[in-house]
């Protein structure tokens, strides 16, 4: 944070860090491309920790659990019953508890990173990991439609029933670019900004809260005080938001699941 303040306070302004403070050189580099860098790092630790946790908490399973079972088992019957079997129904919603389950965990240990002091860094804030995850479940979604009714899914998934046939013209092109354009690119996007402008704040708040405090003029410094508090609570509000990004996301995708099994009762 000094080295972002000091050519502030030489120049009298305040120049609040950027994107490219954000996103670190590379760990590792090779070639023209990024190379193994910390958001790579942090997403294999987030996959060491997670399994890690409930590979222990699943190890000595009690009919009076311990305190470490009984949080393994709440985290997996949160997803299993409040995300899968609600928003899917109870005859299919087992066969997709996995997906939701891993989907839910990996998003939240790594938005969570973001809060840690010294990581500081939700991985979700570049873009290539939510293009994955969203390019993961928009596959997943429409393969589980055209095994349920075919290739006729794309027909119920396009055509509403019960719209008269001279509206389908403008219909037909609006749920396509709904379902098939718009769709991921919001699934992804929802994630990855959320991420990258609250972390961003919070950057900002930080930068600002040195450079206030090192200014000359004893007003701006007690300004710096002000400015702390709001850090905080926008500390506290990024906080809830990276566990709100893992439900939205991962109950999304329910929901298109959910969607494409029942395409043609919609």
Same mark, same amino acid.
Not at 186 to 215: D, Y
Not at 239 to 247: C, F, K, P, S
């Given at each position: 944070? &000094?080295?972002? +303040? ?5 120049s009298g302004t305040f120049t609040p860090p ?7 050189? +590379?760990?590792?580099?090779?070639? +023209? ?10 997403? $294999? ?10 590979? &222990? ?25 409040? =995300?899968?079997?609600? $928003?899917?129904? @109870? ?31 939700? %991985? ?11 390019? =993961?479940?928009?596959? %997943? ?28 013209? /403008? ?14 690119? %919001?699934?992804? *996007? ?10 961003? =704040? &919070? ?5 600002? /809260? ?9 007003? *701006?410094? @007690? ?8 850090? =905080? ?16 996301? %991962? ?16």
């Amino acid at each position: 944070m &000094i080295a972002l +303040a000091l050519p502030a306070q030489d120049s009298g302004t305040f120049t609040p860090p950027g994107i490219e403070e954000l996103h670190l050189p +590379a760990i590792i580099p090779w070639g +023209a491309a990024d190379g193994f860098s910390k958001q790579m790092l942090l997403v $294999i630790l987030s996959v060491v920790i997670i399994g890690t946790f409930f590979v &222990i908490a699943a190890r000595k399973q009690q009919l009076v659990p311990g305190k470490l079972q009984f949080a393994g088992e709440a985290a997996y019957s949160f997803v299993r019953n409040s =995300i899968a079997k609600d $928003i899917i129904g @109870g005859r299919d919603f087992m066969k997709y508890v996995p997906l939701l389950f891993t989907l839910f965990f990996f998003i939240l240990v790594n938005n969570i990173y973001g809060a840690i002091p010294l990581i500081q860094l939700p %991985t979700f804030s570049h873009v290539g990991g939510a293009y994955v995850l969203a390019a =993961i479940v928009y596959i %997943t979604w429409i393969a589980v439609g055209v095994r349920k009714s075919g290739l006729k899914y794309f027909k119920l998934a396009t055509v509403p029933s019960g719209v008269p046939f001279y509206i389908l013209p /403008i219909v037909v092109p609006i749920e396509i670019i709904s379902n098939f354009l718009v769709r991921p690119v %919001t699934h992804s *996007l929802r994630l990855f900004a959320t991420m990258l402008a609250g972390h961003l =704040i &919070i950057m900002i708040s930080g930068a600002g /809260i040195e450079f206030l405090v090192m200014q000359e003029n004893v007003f *701006l410094k @007690g300004a710096s005080v002000l400015v702390l508090g709001g850090a =905080i609570a926008m500390y506290m509000l990024e906080a809830l938001i990276m566990v709100l990004q893992a439900y939205v996301f %991962t109950l999304l995708t329910a929901i298109y699941i959910e969607g494409a099994l029942h395409a043609d009762s919609h």
